[in-house]
Every structure is written in C-alpha cells, then in structure tokens.
C-alpha cells in the first residue's frame, strides 16, 4: 500500500449545520456524515421531491410548437410537455429569464434542480463496493444547480449556495473529477463532521487510484486523495 496524498481540492458547499426550513418551504439540515462508496455519476430525472422542473433530464431537447404548445423530445420520439411536468410555457421562459436574460424557450431543458450530471453513493454494508440488494442510493446526492449552470454557461463567477443537505459543487469541477477518474464507480466518498477542520496530508501531483473523496462541509472543501 503507497502513500497517501492530496490530488487536487475543489470548493463545495452542503447543507446547514442545524436544521431549518428553507426559502423554498423544504427542510434543509447537515449533510449526513458517513463513509459511502460511489454509485456512479449520470443525469438525473424522475425527481419526486422535486417534480416541476426535475422530472425531465438535463439537455432533454424542447420545442415549440405553432399553436404555442411546448414538446419534449423522450424515449426517442416528440411528446408533450405536460406529460412529464405541469410547468406552463410562460414559467418556462420566466425561469429561463431569471437564469439566461432572455425570455424564449430554449432549445434544451436547463431547468432540472440537479443540474447536467449528479453523482449517486450509497452505504456499503458488506464492504463489496458494489450497490446490492438490501442497499439504497442514498437521498444527499453530489450535483450542480441551475443558477450555476447558468453562470458557467454565461461566464460569471459561480458562487456556490448552501443545500438542503446535498453536496453542491461547480459544473465544470464535477466534469473534471469525473474525467479524471476521482468520482467513479466503486470509489469511497466520506462526509467528515462540521467542526473537522481541512486535512494536512502532503499534496501531490502524481497520485494513482485508488482515489478517495473526502467532504468537509465545515471548511466547504472536497479534498480527493490518491496513492505514490
């Protein structure tokens, strides 16, 4: 067994410390702390807990219709909208507004609470990293946000808000650590305690997998360690 490094930090901001009720009526509290081993990463769509706008995956293709109407393109053919979301085409060009500055329908669904790619983990019970019956992917989830998104697409600083207990990290960073190999099937993520302070291991440049994923929502920092 080598020895243990930091490959690379990136910012990250989880839930609150102590639980309230957001903005939004929906209860935000700490992100779980535990030690997890990843799932795997992909779009996300079908939310329940967030049906108006999470029920379509990212970048699912829209269109307008002559008579105003708005299909989506779904299991390889143009359906209607309201199929999948009671969202209006009114509120989808208000969101768009308040997201981009323009008020149309755009060409793909940016709307989705989860943003373009989500990374799933879960409690591996019997230490096999895999995901087996008697496991669930847990409800806290690694993913962007829309507004983020957007000023990623826009070229305006991205600055990371608190959650309802998920792990929100930038667009580009989830993309690059899913490059890379850190956020990857079978690897471990750990969520340390609010008040653990930013680890002092050496850093390094060279690190091989495994990787490890570490969260500290105090500090608001995902640190991934790998091995010289």
């Known amino acids: 067994m080598g020895t243990r490094c930091i490959v690379m930090t990136y910012d990250a901001v989880g839930g609150p410390a102590l639980e309230h009720t957001g903005a939004d009526g929906y209860s935000a509290g700490p992100t779980d702390e535990g030690s997890y081993i990843m799932a795997g990463a992909w779009k ?121 207990g998920c792990v929100h990290v930038k667009p580009r960073d989830i993309d690059e650590m899913v490059a890379r190999g850190y956020i990857a099937k079978g690897n471990a993520f750990v969520v340390h305690s609010y008040s653990e302070k930013t680890p002092t291991d050496i850093p390094c440049a060279d690190a091989k997998a495994p990787f490890e994923v570490h969260f500290f929502p105090g500090p608001k920092k995902i640190y991934v360690f790998g091995e010289i």
């Open 44 to 164: 996300q769509s079908k939310s329940k807990l967030y049906p108006a706008w999470s029920t379509l995956a990212w970048g699912t293709p829209l269109r307008e219709n002559t008579d105003g109407s708005i299909s989506v393109y779904v299991d390889g053919k143009w359906q209607p909208l309201f199929n999948f979301t009671k969202v209006t085409r009114d509120e989808i060009k208000e969101m768009y507004y308040q997201l981009y500055g323009k008020s149309e329908i755009p060409k793909t669904w940016v709307f989705n609470d989860f943003g373009h790619l989500t990374t799933y983990y879960f409690k591996d019970k019997n230490n096999n990293k895999k995901l087996d019956k008697g496991e669930r992917i847990e409800s806290e989830l690694i993913h962007t946000t829309p507004p983020d998104e957007a000023n990623t697409a826009l070229g305006i600083k991205v600055e990371l808000s608190e959650s309802h």
